[in-house]
């Protein structure tokens, strides 16, 4: 589990790998926070390639960044999801809030 964090241009994308579940995500959360508090991106993209495992902690950590980033106006982005993951992502309804998409796509598939 970790996670490698760029920033600039007003973007933010965290790259996030392996498990994301009860253990994982408040290390996660705190890395993702540190940074996004200190720069205040306009974007936040939580990049799913490499996770190999999530259960609804992932839900969580997703709900929590677009939280701190409305509060301040910016938007997030959930990118490279894998079939499943995209799934409990639609099916929790984030996709009303923030653009989500799939592994391979060259759009985002947002309902």
């Known amino acids: ?26 290390a996660l959360r705190g890395q993702i926070d540190e940074v996004i ?11 799913f390639y490499n996770v190999t495992f999530m259960d609804s902690s992932g839900v969580g950590l997703v709900m929590g960044r ?7 106006g910016g938007n997030v982005r959930v990118c490279n ?21 799939r592994r391979g796509g060259d759009k985002d598939e947002t309902d």
């Open 1 to 26: 589990m970790g996670v490698q964090i760029n920033s600039g241009n007003g973007i933010l994308t965290a790259y996030i790998d392996g498990e994301i579940d009860h253990h994982t995500a408040p």
């Open 66 to 72: 677009y939280r701190i980033v409305r509060d301040y």
């Open 81 to 101: 999801l894998s079939d499943s993951a995209y799934k409990v992502m639609q099916l929790s309804g984030l996709s009303k809030l923030m653009q989500i998409s």
């Open 37 to 47: 508090r200190s720069t205040r991106p306009r974007e936040v993209r939580l990049d």
